[in-house]
C-alpha cells in the first residue's frame, strides 16, 4: 500500500486528518553515537537486540536474544538492568523462559514485561511480567501454543500496560504463519477483556503490529510496521488518527510526550521493507502536534536491518537503540 493510498483512505472513513505528511530524511541530529555502550557480564557479547526501556528510577533495561537471534537452546539470562550512568549490570535474569525475547517495557511499578514471539520446544508466544528481580508476577498465552481470541497469541510483539492497569498486546508479527494483525486487551489480572484490528491496510487494520507507547492523554499509538505507519487510538480501540511522517515504525517510546520512533526496515527495493523516498533511522518529535524535530539516520542506505529496532530515551534525553543486525545497544548522548 502506497502511503498517498494510506491517507486517502483515511480521509474516506470520515475521520478527521491529522498532521501526517511524508517522513523527512534529514534534520537535527543533536546527539553522539557510543557503540556498546552496555556490558553484559563475564565478557559475553551481544547477540541481536531489539527490546530496549527506561524504568521509572531511570536505569535502561534491555534483552540479548543470547549471543544470537533466539534463546530457545540457551541456559543464559536474557533480561537485564544497566546502571543508565555507566552502563554496567545491576542485574538480570530469565533463563530458560524465552525462543524469542521481543517486546519488552517496565511499567510505573518498576515491573518489567516481555513478550517471546516465537515458539520451539514446547515453549514461547507468551507475555511474562516480572517484578524487578525476576519472579514472575503473571504470564499471559498459552506456552509453546499459537491462539486467537482470547485462547493465546499468534506472535506477541509488544505489551504495555495503562495507568488504570489494563494490559494491551500487540499480536502478529511477519512470518508467524499466524492469522493475528490486532491488539488484544487485558484487565490488570490479565483476564481477556477486547480486541480490535484484523489483517489488512485500511484504517484500524494491520499488517504486524510491532510496538505500543501511551502518550500523558492515555492514547494508544501502534507500530503498524507492514502498513508504513502510526496508528493513534483510544484505550476502547476507536481509531484517532494515522500518522506517516515517522517512517516505517518498528520500536516506539513517549517520555513527556515526546514520541521516538525506529525505523529499522525502511528501503528502496520491492518486497519486505518497500517504503520509496524514505530512509531508516530514529526520528523524535511530538505527539501533540506530530512534527519530526530531530532525525538520527541510519549509516547504511540500503540493505538488511542496520539501525536501531527497538528505542528508549532518559530523563536527561538521551537516546537508546537496540539492533537485530548489528547486535549492539548503542547510546546516542545528547550534546551538551
Known amino acids: 500500500?502506497?502511503?498517498?493510498?494510506?491517507?486517502?483512505?483515511?480521509?474516506?472513513?470520515?475521520?478527521?486528518?491529522?498532521?501526517?505528511?511524508?517522513?523527512?530524511?534529514?534534520?537535527?541530529?543533536?546527539?553522539?553515537?557510543?557503540?556498546?555502550?552496555?556490558?553484559?557480564?563475564?565478557?559475553?557479547?551481544?547477540?541481536?537486540?531489539?527490546?530496549?526501556t527506561v524504568g521509572p528510577d531511570g536505569n535502561v533495561w534491555a534483552y540479548d536474544r543470547c549471543g544470537a537471534n533466539s534463546c530457545a537452546d540457551s541456559d543464559l539470562d536474557p533480561i537485564f538492568e544497566f546502571d543508565v550512568k555507566t552502563g554496567n549490570v545491576l542485574r538480570h535474569f530469565g533463563k530458560g523462559l524465552f525462543v524469542q525475547p521481543h517486546g519488552l517495557t517496565v511499567d510505573r511499578h518498576g515491573n518489567v514485561w516481555v513478550t517471546d514471539a516465537q515458539a520451539k520446544g514446547g515453549k514461547g508466544l507468551q507475555v511474562f511480567k516480572f517484578d524487578p528481580n525476576g519472579k514472575v508476577l503473571l504470564t499471559l498465552g498459552k506456552k509453546g501454543v499459537q491462539g486467537e481470541g482470547a485462547e493465546g497469541f499468534g506472535a506477541p510483539t509488544s505489551a504495555i500496560v495503562a495507568p488504570n492497569g489494563d494490559i494491551f498486546v500487540a499480536d502478529g508479527h511477519s512470518n508467524c504463519n499466524c492469522k493475528a494483525s490486532r491488539v488484544v486487551k487485558f484487565d490488570k489480572n490479565g483476564r481477556y477483556i477486547t480486541e480490535f484490528g484484523k489483517p489488512g491496510t485500511a484504517p484500524g487494520e494491520f499488517n504486524f503490529p510491532h510496538a505500543?507507547?501511551?502518550?500523558?492523554?492515555?492514547?494508544?499509538?501502534?507500530?503498524?510496521?507492514s502498513n508504513n505507519r502510526l496508528q493513534i487510538f483510544d484505550q476502547s480501540g476507536r481509531l484517532l488518527d494515522v500518522w506517516t511522517q515517522f517512517g516505517r515504525p518498528s520500536g516506539l517510546f513517549i517520555a513527556k510526550d515526546i514520541l521516538y520512533v525506529s525505523d529499522s526496515e525502511s528501503r528502496e527495493e520491492d518486497g519486505y521493507g518497500h517504503d520509496p523516498g524514505v530512509h531508516r533511522g530514529?526520528?523524535?518529535?511530538?505527539?501533540?502536534?506530530?512534527?519530526?524535530?530531530?532525525?538520527?539516520?541510519?549509516?547504511?542506505?540500503s540493505g538488511g536491518s542496520s539501525t536501531a529496532e527497538g528505542v528508549a530515551a532518559d530523563k536527561a534525553g538521551n537516546v537508546y537503540g537496540a539492533e537485530v543486525g548489528p547486535k549492539d545497544l548503542k547510546k546516542y548522548a545528547l550534546k551538551k
Open 1 to 52: 500500500m502506497k502511503r498517498l493510498h494510506a491517507v486517502a483512505l483515511f480521509a474516506f472513513a470520515g475521520y478527521a486528518l491529522g498532521a501526517s505528511y511524508p517522513a523527512p530524511n534529514e534534520g537535527p541530529n543533536p546527539y553522539t553515537t557510543i557503540a556498546t555502550w552496555a556490558h553484559l557480564p563475564d565478557g559475553r557479547k551481544w547477540g541481536a537486540t531489539a527490546g530496549v
Open 212 to 225: 505500543l507507547a501511551f502518550d500523558s492523554k492515555g492514547r494508544l499509538f501502534v507500530a503498524d510496521r
Open 282 to 301: 530514529i526520528r523524535i518529535g511530538s505527539v501533540k502536534d506530530g512534527k519530526v524535530t530531530a532525525y538520527i539516520p541510519d549509516p547504511a542506505p
